[in-house]
Every structure is written in C-alpha cells, then in structure tokens.
Nanobody, 123 residues
Framework: QVQLVESGGGSVQAGGSLRLSCAASRLIYCMGWFRQAPGKERQGVARIYTGGTGTDYDDSVKGRFTISRDIVKNTLYLQMNSLKPEDTAMYYC???????????????????WGQGTQVTVSS
C-alpha cells in the first residue's frame, strides 16, 4: 500500500504559477499527476519514473509544467507556470509499480491515489 497526500492547490489568475506537492508513504517506481475538470474524463498530466530520469508530459502542458521528485523525501512536485483557464481542474497525485501503466498514463493502471487538490485559474 502507498498513501499519497497532496497540497499546494489554489486560485490564481491566468499567467500565474502554482506548485503542487505529493508526499508518499514509500518509494514507488512511477508517480504522476492527473487532472479532472467537471464533466470531463480524468486526464494524465505528467509522470516521472524512479530516480527522476524519465518524464512524460501531456502535450497541453509541455513547456509550462515541470514534474520532479525528491527521492529522499518521497515527495512528488508539479511546478505549473503560465497557467491558463483551461488548466482549471481537480489535480490528483497517483502512483504505480507498473512500467506499462506509467508510460500509457492510463488512470486504471494506477492503484494508488491522493485525495485531490483544486486548481482554479481565472481569466
């Protein structure tokens, strides 16, 4: 089992920045961020593999968001810059030991989830 606890969400104007954090109860191969806006499916935002040597981003956030990981603290981060109103969503931290699930960014392949943190970007 892995417990995940997110923090750092909030409200910001377009163009602003936020940093999300996710503390994990143990080291796990892959951690990532997903988001879900009202009426939409949960979407993969970014993933990072053990050691922080590999990362994947959804095209919608490339160049604006940066995922990173502190292995010693077992903590995942998402630095979000140049935020847009369409980034508004509930953001979830998730984790998996599956290499395939990590690369596919399929929510169903991630057995461990945090409670979510709301990000609201106003225009």
């Amino acid at each position: 089992q892995v417990q995940l606890v997110e923090s750092g969400g909030g409200s910001v104007q377009a163009g602003g920045s936020l940093r999300l954090s996710c503390a994990a109860s143990r080291l796990i191969y892959c951690m990532g961020w997903f988001r879900q806006a009202p009426g939409k499916e949960r979407q993969g935002v970014a993933r990072i593999y053990t050691g922080g040597t590999g990362t994947d981003y959804d095209d919608s956030v490339k160049g604006r968001f940066t995922i990173s990981r502190d292995i010693v603290k077992n903590t995942l981060y998402l630095q979000m810059n140049s935020l847009k109103p369409e980034d508004t969503a509930m953001y979830y931290c998730a984790a998996t030991d599956s290499i395939g699930a990590c690369r596919n960014a399929a929510p169903g392949g991630f057995p461990y989830w945090g409670q979510g943190t709301q990000v609201t970007v106003s225009s």
